[in-house]
T-cell receptor
């Protein structure tokens, strides 16, 4: 059974804090993704990684960075949290080759106050 | 880049009726079109997908159709049940892209 696990279900942080969201997958997937989910906007890609230490910007990378030091772990970093980053964050993973299913984590609801 | 538009944003049907959700995409190179279902408080999960070499795919009560010329694809749910109530997302991906581009989602409510 595929598992993509996000470290926190709910987080409350203060404006200006540095925030780390962690994601771990156990399927040996090459690809890992961070999406942001907002009502009426669907899932928007922030960053993705196709290999250790490799990363590419998605559609909304501003204010975010990522780290992938190990194949199974992909971290999203908010360098200086702002209230407009209050959102649901979803991690996903998939195999590298072909068009294959992306498996999602349970999501982290981040509130920045 | 790819742009995916999804309609309607909300859909309410009576139990037993059919539901149709439509998506259009912009990149003619896209060749993979999955649909995800997200129940309240849960993660999105794949329910069906279609590749560009076929025009239709069925799995029990759900089906997806693809019109490559018009660049649109649709999800059809027949004999809807209350447990079909959820948010549905369409997505598209081409061989030149590593990540899915998602539509804005459709909230389906099946009234018992």
């Amino acid at each position: 059974d595929v598992k993509v696990t996000q470290s926190s279900r709910y987080l409350v942080k203060r404006t200006g804090e540095k925030v780390f969201l962690e994601c771990v997958q156990d399927m040996d997937h090459e690809n890992m993704f961070w999406y942001r989910q907002d009502p009426g906007l669907g899932l928007r890609l922030i960053y993705f990684s196709y290999d250790v230490k490799m990363k590419e910007k998605g559609d909304i990378p501003e204010g975010y960075s990522v780290s992938r030091e190990k194949k199974e772990r992909f971290s999203l970093i908010l360098e200086s949290a702002s209230t407009n980053q209050t959102s649901m964050y979803l991690c996903a993973s998939s195999f590298l080759g072909g068009n294959t299913e992306a498996f999602f984590g349970q999501g982290t609801r981040l509130t920045v106050v | 880049g790819e742009n995916v538009e999804q309609h309607p944003s909300t859909l309410s049907v009576q139990e037993g009726d059919s539901a149709v959700i439509k998506c259009t995409y912009s990149d003619s190179a896209s060749n993979y079109f999955p649909w995800y279902k997200q129940e309240l408080g849960k993660r999105p999960q794949l329910i069906i997908d279609i590749r560009s070499n076929v025009g239709e795919k069925k799995d029990q009560r759900i089906a997806v159709t693809l019109n490559k010329t018009a660049k649109h694809f649709s999800l059809h749910i027949t004999e809807t049940q209350p447990e079909d109530s959820a948010v549905y997302f369409c997505a598209a991906k081409g061989t030149g892209r590593r990540a899915l581009t998602f539509g804005s989602g459709t909230r389906l409510q099946v009234q018992p």
